[in-house]
Nanobody, 125 residues
Framework: VQLQASGGGLVQPGGSLRLSCAAY????????IGWFRQAPGKEREGISC??????YYADSVKGRFTISRDKAKNAVYLQMNSLKPEDTAVYYC?????????????????????WGQGTQLTVSS
């Protein structure tokens, strides 16, 4: 599965941006798709996940970010609102199989087998 994350950029605090994750060789319809981010000097952290059944959010983004899927376009999106400087990071999307444990490990890198190349988000005035 080849994933491509896009949509990053420079945004002012309080602004909005939508990230896209597209797959060009496989369907994402039955996969677990996660969004992760990695700030300089920090570990990569899971911030959101979508499966065919439900969605998950980290506390740090809950209420501000929304993950969604467009089956026709074979893409997953991350709508980010009320952005803060601490949201600055490289954002990655990842895909993994639906398993019996993904609900309790959606934020773990080990849940995912395939990764996109990352897209930079900078929140600054």
């Amino acid at each position: 599965v080849q994933l491509q994350a896009s949509g990053g950029g420079l945004v002012q605090p309080g602004g909005s941006l939508r990230l896209s994750c597209a797959a060009y060789d496989s369907s994402l319809a039955n996969a677990v798709i996660g969004w992760f981010r990695q700030a300089p000097g920090k570990e990569r952290e899971g911030i959101s996940c979508i499966s065919p059944f439900t969605t998950y959010y980290a506390d740090s983004v809950k209420g501000r970010f929304t993950i969604s899927r467009d089956k026709a376009k074979n893409a997953v999106y991350l709508q980010m609102n009320s952005l803060k400087p601490e949201d600055t990071a490289v954002y990655y999307c990842a895909a993994g199989p639906i398993s019996s444990t993904y609900g309790s490990s959606w934020y773990s890198l080990r849940t995912y087998d395939y990764w996109g190349q990352g897209t930079q988000l900078t929140v600054s005035s």
